[in-house]
T-cell receptor, first 114, second 115 residues
Framework: AQTVTQSQPEMSVQEAETVTLSCTYD???????LFWYKQPPSRQMILVIR??????QNATENRFSVNFQKAAKSFSLKISDSQLGDTAMYFC???????????FGDGTTLTVKP | EAGVAQSPRYKIIEKRQSVAFWCNPI?????LYWYQQILGQGPKLLIQ????????DSQLPKDRFSAERLKGVDSTLKIQPAKLEDSAVYLC?????????????FGEGSWLTVV
């Protein structure tokens, strides 16, 4: 069974600064997908960024980028130029390639301060 | 493109009563998920369907929870009888399992309060 661990329950950052959210996972599989999801106070979960494990290049999406370290089973999210709208709960998620079974971490609550 | 639709959005019931939640996934998505999210925690997978077959229901409390996906499209999650600890948000999600990506798309959730 896969596990996903987010060791930072809460974080805060000043507007316009950079913040990194940590995620580690455990799996015996070689190929899989990793995701970061954002859940604002309105509660709808929104995809931020995804990474295929077979790709060595780290995924980027505008101000969001990941540091994927496959050997260390680490998948951190970097948010650059933080904005007030980035305030939300962020979840790291793992999906295997066998029928798409998914596991989510317990989340990190990020507050962006003006 | 329409997103994942869920209803009702909010429900308050007394313990031992029953409740049903409905979900309509994104058109063309063969995979449908039901998650339970307790306040302050991450989503916990209850059941996963591929078309109308069950892929994973290992964490579904089968003595009180049931789910079905008729004709491989809409799905219903039922709780009977409800317990206080069932108070949570029930998230329905869907994904297209294919080369174009396996992103899970979520609905807005159904908030359940059991009193």
């Amino acid at each position: 069974a896969q596990t996903v661990t987010q060791s930072q329950p809460e974080m805060s950052v000043q507007e316009a600064e950079t913040v990194t959210l940590s995620c580690t996972y455990d799996t015996s599989e070689n190929n899989y997908y990793l995701f970061w999801y954002k859940q604002p106070p309105s509660r709808q979960m929104i995809l931020v960024i995804r990474q295929e494990a077979y790709k060595q290049q780290n995924a980027t999406e505008n101000r969001f980028s990941v540091n994927f370290q496959k050997a260390a089973k680490s998948f951190s999210l970097k948010i650059s130029d933080s904005q007030l709208g980035d305030t939300a709960m962020y979840f790291c998620a793992f999906m295997n390639t066998n029928a798409g079974k998914s596991t989510f971490g317990d989340g990190t609550t990020l507050t962006v301060k003006p | 493109e329409a997103g994942v639709a869920q209803s009702p959005r909010y429900k308050i019931i007394e313990k031992r009563q029953s409740v049903a939640f409905w979900c309509n996934p994104i058109s063309g998505h063969a995979t449908l998920y039901w998650y339970q999210q307790i306040l302050g925690q991450g989503p916990k997978l209850l059941i996963q369907f591929q078309n109308n077959g069950v892929v994973d229901d290992s964490q579904l409390p089968k003595d009180r929870f049931s789910a079905e996906r008729l004709k491989g499209v809409d799905s219903t999650l039922k709780i009977q009888p409800a317990k206080l600890e069932d108070s949570a948000v029930y998230l329905c999600a869907s994904s297209f399992w294919g080369d174009s990506g396996n992103t899970i798309y979520f609905g807005e959730g159904s908030w359940l309060t059991v009193v």
